[in-house]
């Protein structure tokens, strides 16, 4: 990152701004300029327009706003790389992402220098302290929002390259996996429920939906202490699950039979009947011990009724998170596994909760273009708990909200069971 | 309805059984059998279906069960005339329900006419006592089955008669309209909240959706006292409503743009800018006093959104019905109105509500096919509480939770707002 | 037909008119009115739209013009029977045909009643001599376009009547099947071409499409002597001929693969593996000798591809038709069968021939909406020569050119066919 | 193009070899790798692919049947690069050609290397004389299928380019435009007809499309002497063109109404009202002088109609075009323009033909997978004759037929009239 000489030590925020603008370069690091140009979606973006559009975020909101002078890298990027901000103007066509062939990789990365440096000057240089108070808070939002690109530019990147029949491996697989060991068929933790506060407590970062915290009256319940693992999955499956009707949403089974399915995303089954995985480490004999993934919510939901269980609620995962240290999966394997009692809330898997995505009581926008961050998006989609082992460390929290429409597998999406006490 | 020769009115049960059933044949009284036979759209279903389909539903979930040496009237209407009951087998393609011209009408009253004799015959018939009971059950879901459908029979063939550059009305328009007086600008009421019960309380009938009552925490907030009216959506249309995407949900301002939405579904403008609704009483000028109706959620949400307000979540709209008298609309022109405080709460439009649809804690579906009558449909459906004009009397409740997709506006579907308590 | 007093047989022409328009209502008298409202697709059209449309013909393009005092019957029917021509302005969408409940049979019978009487005091009174010969140009058209409609009336009806599971009948089979003896295989018939004449040559009515007469040169080619039997075509699909993509065209292979198709249209197998065939009749057991029908241009062409020989031209086809006897196939059972030479060129089956629909050289169509009958649809159909069992009696000839997409069956459409002289 | 140590010179059908694959390379000269990968529709192919599918056509018909000890590049290129010969067995899905990120531009340069170096010992290397004889036979295919593969990778990359909103040249534009100079107003050319033959005749290379040779009659013709211009076509355009029904084929109109078109397809107006044109210099200011390209038939017919002309047959073409000298358009400046009668047959644009295409008489497809390759196609597509800027020198000739659906227009076609002789 040339042209920034400043101490970033000196300077912590710029420290991690630089860290984390950096932590998106690497993941880019094993792929082809090719690689990252392809869009294998329309919900997928390329490598290189998460590159562009997190670049884009800290030019349009910050730079826009706070450098003297500002004149834009290149007039065309603020429609090209705007995602879905109605209030900045016009946009790509986001199923065309990838026909962005120009700017190529070499310009997005002079792109990110260029935005960088001025970012590194508009830090260091003095600005009144009520604007240094907005710089502060919107820069912090932008690498938050970066960091959830960086999960997006692996499951998509993912998804791409499951595409090929080639099925390439994003980084070649570790010479022994370090994955959280087998947890020992977990059973069931009691929680007492009763009139509790939901939503983020604390001064540090959160985002608008996790606010403002709030009453909720949650039953007693209990939750499995560790995630639905492949091995189980694979019993549903045997059982005849994708072709019982009875088990499924109404939408759910609509989907599985208009697609014609029978076993998760990225299950192959080859010519002896053995499964396999498609993984970021290539294609790879399913782990019976690790937990299911690429799950949709109909998938999640349906399992469950199977198992005489059913989704938690999003409260009912919050409050049993309190406390729970955050923990890492595959992609970081220095991270500890939680030793007792509930397993694998942060790190593996995203958890499908049977929560619709919806304001909280009291919820409120924030002004401009900035208030489509999430609050349009509050319908039909479902929210997910915890993190995923594709999450930036740091990243997560126990108020933490993340959301897809049921239909969605191509996150790192799987699932806890819950159940009544009886 | 020949061939039954009991004194109705010495048995309560029957003599309900044949008030309900014979309601639906006066709705379609109005109609010839073409208009009887014809689907406007997949999700709409022409009103000889509709009295085929609840014929069928007594017949299979009753009779197939109870009745001594059970014959079915004609063996494919098992698959022709069932909705949704993966359960039963087989069912006829949905979309293509309007191309059933065989059975034609007559064959389907004689359908009718069957069944009701051989209902009359085994509810006039002793059973065991357990029998008893399961009949009675039974029988009673199976009319208020019927009564959903009449609503649904008549929205249908609004929708169907829209269709046409004719405009035909179903009925002649009263000499004068039997309207609930204009109401008197209402502002808002307001409600504590708390702890409170949600959920059906008493003995009588309700669905099991409605079940189990549970606590939810609601905290304070305010409900208009009465409906937004024609001539209050028609200043946000005409304040450029359909045109600011920062007042919609994403998905509905897709909505908006891909269908090139400008005002509800059967409102119309005349060359000389006149604004008409089309009605059960054909092509009618607005009446800007009325409530509007066939509103989607989107549409819903946005003018809210445009208001400073927002829509109600089904438990406070619940809390807030608790006491309020059932009252009727237009179709029921004997109705009272409900002189103080919250008005419209029943017999004018549904009122959408933000709540997703999903089950209360602890919610159990029946064994069998009828566990697919509500359950499997819980997700990206929100609620609407209230009732109809087109809502059969006594089929409404405060508890009752009808739900519809976002997008949907060919029910009677409109908006009551809520905001925080300041 | 009320209010007709003339003495018809003293006016050919009335005579004429009244007998066509007559053969329509008996086309329709097997039917309710509920059959006669539903369009089971896009491409065909309910038998009342028939029924309409076909009077309103007369209405707009004789009653407009050369009657005195003209007023619509009623001003909608204008757009609502209108079928494609923009030079009279809009149309009723075409595919919610089936949705114009209103008008009803009833009123459409008396639409056609109120025409006919105009028709006829149109036809009775006298015209100026330039005026008779338009009107009695465009009655002939107009009643060669209700016979083409009779031929659509009955495959459309058939398509509808065969989407239900009753599989109902259109009529009665008759006690015996009246059908064309078995034909002793035929072998193939030579003709020598060369430098001939297409087209219409006489002085009676043909279609624009026939004209002008011209020279084409035409190599040698041989003829099958009569039409490929559905017993023939049970051997093509028991050679697997629907699952070998060497046989088809590629946009056949397509339409076959993502249709899944194995069979005709209207074929079904029993349980026991026996071929049925839905029919005018209903469900009929498969006759092996009758010519196979409901066949695509995919299929005829598969099929001619596996037997080593091709569809003949249209050119050849017209060649070889000149001095063949018209004949008739199953509907009309009275008619005659060619003893000698080739068999079944009418009344049986159209066939399919390899020449895309376009302009003979020198083609104009004519000026105003008239022009639009044909003209505009030579583009990617292909034609058909002969007739079918459907056809009116009087209604085709050897110039005669039908034509539909190549991926059509639902019309009466088999194959002769051709190869190259050896 | 290593490896290759043969004095190719000796060898002309090596030379040739060598130089039409070299042609390839250079095209794809000025784009990056990211623009080589990238598909911008369905029926386009990224330039990457194009590459790699020419060598795999050399490597599947030549070096796996003649090269002694085959072994291929790669084993999942048989069906990465396969295009659309289900006799050689599986392919990848045509609109995902754009996903193939791997292999990478570098590994299919190194495939053509390869390829190009086992070709080259091939030829040199002595085979038995009826190997030699189907080795120059399927040498001389797979070079013309290389350079029918050069012409669409210019226009597959010229449609890419289009869809960036930053209009990126693929060259820069020359100093001066070394356009043929504009032509006077040509007025038309009067042909006599007759009986004539049609069809390749020569001993050189031709497509199996254009044999066998054969008698045709044609009457009496007139052609235009040169191609209609911009300038002309804009006339059309503000004559109303685009919104007058009464000029187009009912499918034309519909594909104008539902894509809502009113120019061809790389014509763009600023917003002072100047056309401009999307070239491979990048958007240019429209030159009213040169011929009209990226027209579909549809265009190029309702013009033709609107104009009092119609389009020529494709045997009124081939036979006004014996004796034209070949001539190129402004992608081969060097080539000269003939001076008299007819000019820009060939060169500038292909001219659409009213011709269905379809088989000459007698026309045989070559046995086994390579019968493929144009026989299959001969249904719901058009011919075009000439040639265009974008054919490579020595492509093109007289009996040469080109063909595409008759929406297509991201091909260089355009539009030269004829009509009847008065």
Not at 110 to 126: F, I, K, P, Q
Not at 235 to 258: H, K, P, Q, T
Not at 371 to 383: A, D, P, R, S
Request: some cysteine.
């Amino acid at each position: 990152m040339h042209a920034i000489h400043t101490d970033a030590a000196s300077h912590p925020l710029l420290h991690h701004y630089q860290r984390v603008r950096q932590h998106s370069l690497q993941l880019a690091a094993p792929l082809s300029d090719e690689d990252c140009g392809a869009q294998s979606m329309p919900d997928a973006s390329p490598v290189k327009w998460h590159l562009a559009h997190t670049t884009w975020f800290f030019e349009t909101f910050i730079l826009e706003t706070l450098e003297h002078g500002f004149a834009p890298f290149h007039p065309a990027f603020r429609v090209l790389f705007n995602s879905y901000y109605n209030g900045i103007g016009d946009k790509h066509p986001r199923a065309q992402r990838g026909l962005l062939t120009r700017p190529g990789m070499a310009q997005v990365r002079a792109y990110r220098a260029d935005v960088d440096a001025r970012m590194a000057r508009l830090l260091e240089a003095g600005l009144a302290p009520a604007q240094q108070q907005q710089l502060a808070t919107l820069l912090t939002l932008g690498l938050e929002h970066e960091q959830q690109h960086q999960e997006l530019l692996l499951t998509d990147v993912k998804h791409l390259l499951a595409q090929s029949a080639l099925f390439p491996a994003y980084l070649e697989a570790p010479a022994a996996r370090a994955v959280a060991a087998p947890a020992g068929k977990g059973g069931w933790i009691a929680f007492d429920g009763g009139l509790s506060e939901i939503g983020y407590a604390g001064d540090g970062f959160c985002f608008d939906n996790e606010l403002p915290r709030h009453q909720q009256f949650v039953a007693p319940f209990e939750l499995a202490s560790s995630l639905v693992t492949n091995g189980e999955y694979l019993a549903f499956i045997d059982a005849g699950g994708y072709r019982n009707a009875s088990l499924w949403l109404a939408e759910g089974w609509d989907w599985v039979r208009s697609q014609g399915l029978a076993c998760p995303l990225y299950w192959r089954q080859d010519d002896a009947g053995n499964w396999l995985e498609f993984t970021l480490h290539g294609l790879q004999p399913l782990d019976p011990e690790l937990p299911a993934s690429h799950l949709s919510l109909f998938e999640a939901d349906a399992y469950a009724h199977w198992a005489g269980a059913r989704l938690p609620t999003e409260a009912e995962w919050e409050l049993a998170a309190h406390g729970v240290p955050l923990q890492c999966g595959q992609l970081h394997p220095a991270a500890a596994v939680s030793g007792a009692g509930l397993r694998q809330m942060f790190g593996h898997c995203w958890q499908w909760t049977s929560s619709s995505y919806a304001p909280y009581p009291g919820y409120r926008t924030a002004p401009g273009a900035l208030g489509e961050y999430n609050g349009k998006f509050m319908l039909n989609q479902y929210v997910l708990r915890g993190s995923s082992c594709a999450t930036p460390a740091g990243h997560a929290r126990a108020s933490y909200r993340n959301f897809f429409p049921a239909g969605a597998r191509w996150q790192f999406t799987g699932l806890r069971l819950a159940r009544e006490v009886d």
